[in-house]
């Protein structure tokens, strides 16, 4: 089991670019979780699908940002038009049934 | 809106002593509430988790204290040791079919030797 898998690990665009982030859960895992860590505002929940239907975008920035889970095996996390404020560690995470388990994160630098 | 409040910020023990760390929620449909860990360069990681059917749960030097009343708990970390230096999060969410997590801002925690 090499738990949650993501990349890259890390990641620095332009402002203004587009960023694509990648997520491989805990195969066998129901539920796929994104969430946003910065130091001023700690871990922030993005988004959440289960058994690859999106169950809830709450905390996404509506305009730029989108996610989506094509396959059991993997979820997206895309960021358009990168600003600085979104420069933070993005970490994915999967769980069955409560426990849920990380991945090492991609940290996102917006310059 | 915050709907889990951690504190403190930072705490620093000696080793050997007991660190507490607090948090206290808003939401009385949470009924699950884990602590996770998460050292430098890391990501979080599940430490300890209690259901309110119960107002205590150990797991070695590890105690979660709970109460649901006053809608707080408590992770206590006895003979803190200077390897339990780490940034601790309190979570909480409703369970269910639905569940995510919501975090309070962490406590940084060193132990000093």
């Known amino acids: 089991n090499a738990g949650v898998i993501q990349t890259p690990r890390h990641k620095v665009t332009g402002k203004g670019q587009e960023a694509t982030l990648w997520c491989e859960p805990i195969?066998?895992?129901?539920?796929v979780f994104w969430y946003r860590q910065t130091i001023v505002q700690g871990l922030e929940f993005l988004t959440y699908?289960?058994?690859?239907?999106?169950?809830?975008d709450s905390g996404m920035p509506k305009e730029r940002f989108s996610a989506q889970m094509p396959n059991q095996s993997h979820s997206t996390l895309k960021i358009q038009s990168t600003q600085p404020q979104d420069s933070a560690v993005y970490l994915c995470?999967?769980?069955?049934?409560?426990?849920?388990?990380f991945g090492k994160g991609t940290r996102l630098t917006v310059v | 809106q915050q709907q889990v409040r951690q504190s403190p910020q930072s705490l620093t023990v000696w080793e050997g002593e007991t660190a507490i760390l607090n948090c206290s929620y808003e939401?009385?449909?949470?009924?699950?509430f884990p602590w996770y860990h998460q050292f430098p360069g890391e990501s979080p990681a599940l430490l300890i988790a209690?259901?309110?059917?119960?107002n205590k749960k150990e797991d070695g030097r590890f105690t979660i204290f709970f109460n649901k009343r006053e809608k707080k708990f408590s992770l206590h970390i006895a003979d803190s040791q200077p390897g339990d230096s780490a940034t601790y999060f309190c979570?909480?969410?409703?369970?269910?079919?639905?569940?995510?997590?919501?975090f309070g801002k962490g406590t940084k925690l060193s132990v000093k030797s």
């Open positions: 995470a999967s769980s069955f049934p409560s426990e849920v388990f």
């Open positions: 195969s066998g895992h129901s539920a």
């Open positions: 699908f289960r058994n690859q239907a999106p169950i809830d």
């Open positions: 939401d009385s449909t949470f009924d699950y």
């Open positions: 209690i259901r309110p059917v119960s």
């Open positions: 979570a909480a969410d409703s369970g269910g079919s639905n569940a995510k997590l919501t």
